[in-house]
C-alpha cells in the first residue's frame, strides 16, 4: 500500500511539475491602449507605478510597469515593460533639453545595479521598428544567478525599457525573440 501511495505522490508531483511547466509557457498578448502599447509575455502581467526623484534637474516622475514578476519565482524567467514620460519642465518650470544618449546610459547603469551585475553585451537594435539600444548583463536576482537583457528606446517623449530575465546559461534566444519582436507601440 504504501508503494501505491508512494508511486500515486511521485506521479501527482510529475504532473505537477509539468503543468506548472506548461502555465508558465503558456503566452498571450498584452494590450495597454491608454498606455499605447502591446506585447506577448507569459502569463497576464501585473502592473507596479512607482514615483521616482530624477534630482534637482528633472524632480519627480512616475514610471509604469507590467510585469511577470510573479512568474520569475516559479520559473526563473521574468518578462517586463516599464515606461517613463520624460518631464519638459524642471521642477521650478524651467524648460528641459532631454538628451537620448543620456538616458539610454542612466537606465543602463540602473540595469547594472538592479542586479549588482557586469556588462555583457550592447549593441544598437531595432524596436517595434525603431532604433534602440539593447544591454545584456549578468547578476543576482531574487537570489538567483540571472542574464537579464534590456532593450531600451526613446520615442515621442517616452522612454521604454523591455526586460528578460533569465537563469545564466540557459538558452532563451527564442523567448527573447519572441519577446522583443511581439512589443508594438500603438497610435
Not at 515593460?81 to 544618449?101: I, W
Request: proline share 5%; hydrophobic share 40%; aromatic share 12%.
Amino acid at each position: 500500500m504504501k508503494k501505491v501511495i508512494a508511486g500515486f505522490l511521485i506521479a501527482a508531483a510529475a504532473l505537477g511539475v509539468f503543468v506548472m511547466g506548461r502555465r508558465t509557457a503558456k503566452w498571450s498578448e498584452f494590450r495597454c491602449q491608454e498606455c499605447g502599447f502591446s506585447v506577448s509575455m507569459p502569463g497576464k502581467p501585473g502592473k507596479e507605478a512607482v514615483t521616482a526623484n530624477g534630482g534637482p534637474l528633472v524632480g519627480t516622475f512616475t514610471t509604469t510597469m507590467y510585469s511577470s514578476y510573479p512568474w520569475f519565482r516559479l520559473a526563473g524567467t521574468e518578462y517586463g515593460v516599464t515606461y517613463f514620460d520624460m518631464p519638459s519642465r524642471g521642477p521650478k518650470g524651467e524648460p528641459l533639453q532631454f538628451d537620448p544618449e543620456k538616458a539610454y546610459a542612466g537606465a543602463k547603469e540602473g540595469a547594472l545595479q538592479s542586479v549588482n551585475g557586469k556588462l555583457i553585451a550592447e549593441a544598437d537594435c531595432i524596436l517595434s521598428g525603431l532604433p534602440a539600444k539593447e544591454v545584456v548583463v549578468e547578476g543576482q536576482k531574487f537570489g538567483k544567478r540571472a542574464t537579464v537583457v534590456s532593450r531600451l528606446l526613446f520615442n515621442r517623449g517616452r522612454l521604454w525599457v523591455l526586460v528578460l530575465a533569465h537563469p545564466v546559461g540557459k538558452d532563451y534566444s527564442s523567448q527573447r525573440v519572441a519577446f522583443f519582436d511581439s512589443f508594438a507601440l500603438l497610435e
